[in-house]
């Protein structure tokens, strides 16, 4: 026996969908974060950084990194669960390894737990230019009971 | 002997000055951050939340809060080492523990270690107007050498 | 209105009386933690470090300093909720400051917020002798719901 | 071009000598801890949990297991560098997802980055005997400067 791989009940359309309707700040304000795949156990986040994502020295920005890390648990749990906006960030850790410029991130992110009030997750972002990790993160979702 | 209490060499106004300066992704497209105060070992961040910074459920947003901590982690290391912009947030570990209207929101942060090459400090964060904790931050910023 | 300060409902004699009973690998394998104060909305923990708690470099451990913060967060709830032993840690994030030699170190836990089913604490380790801060952890137990 | 795997300079026979040697206090009063693996960016190591290493409920440890994730960010630096035995954890985040029984359970550590003064890891703690996810760390060692 293995750990169980939870199945996705919504694929990455029906969530971009989903967000812009919920979450409408996400990409009006900082645009350019996209769920670009969704499979067992698991989801893809692509943010476009831009001059807007940047901080000082021209690299990509904690908050900005710390979106993409964010958005990928929030797309585990809607993905894994369905359409439930109102599951909450409690935990997040996120690790800065590397400046990365303005471009394209993928943030990777996987399910540790899926349980019935939390799911904890882990996300690791790269640079597909270069192949290279630039943030690590893993945190905690809340999710509410069933009414 | 008790831990020496570093002493700022920038008081809030030149931070603000600062920051607008070299960061100015900051408040261009999330206004609403600003230092209120310095203090030996210690800064207060002001974010005054608004549409733009909350999610589902009409509660403050987890990047907002988390931009609140870092830039209290920033103005910490600023305030205290002198106009560096290059220091570098390396790790960041935020609790969220209750949810936040709009509104002001204030994050302390305090300097728990100030050294050669890394600063450690942590951020509460709470809402005035009812006196509340609603998250709580610690980190760690890099410091460049000495050129 | 303040955030509203739990009262505790058992005292430090009480904690260690209960902790000996129930958790006896504690100070069996790894002598020297105590609980010394109980105050409304937080506890100090004592660990007398010894030869035993020490790595290389003849300092005290990073898991003998994890294990005072977790008994900080445990002494938290169980001070504050009564004798739950089943209370479990689901997150602890702790920074390493400074160098402690052997000797006392005081592990002083604050409780952030006290929910039904999770409670978010942290803890300030300190060595008295100097009064300098050597560790800062935050974490997260959680609560088993009531029968 | 993609993320270049650091080659280990120390195998897990090796490590085992250096670690009883440097460290004697990991195995004398918590015994059960051994490096099973070393390779290209990470490490195996395993902790035969026992009577000594569990807590209320009869269930491993948070103790044991920070234990077990610290131990395998010192194997990955230490098999990568050399038997430098000074560096030092300055940041560990843990989440506890599960409850893991007496017997054998495996930290795999994986290097995130290898710079000059730190190093960035993370650790997946697995019950073998059901391939369940127990703890889930990441953190960071301080690698003091060479002489």
Known sequence: ??????????????????????????????????VVDVKPGGCTVRLQASEQHLRPGATVSGPA?????????????????????LCVTTNLNINFMRKAEAGEILGRSRILKLGRSLMVFDVEMITPANGLTVAHASGTYSIPPKK
């Open 1 to 34: 026996m293995t750990n169980s791989v939870p199945k996705p009940v919504m694929d990455a359309e029906e969530l971009n969908a989903f967000l812009s309707q919920v979450y409408p700040q996400l990409n009006d304000h900082l645009e350019g974060y996209r």
């Open 65 to 85: 990194l710390f979106t993409l890390a964010d958005i990928g648990g929030y797309a585990c749990v809607l993905s894994h669960l369905g359409p439930e906006a």
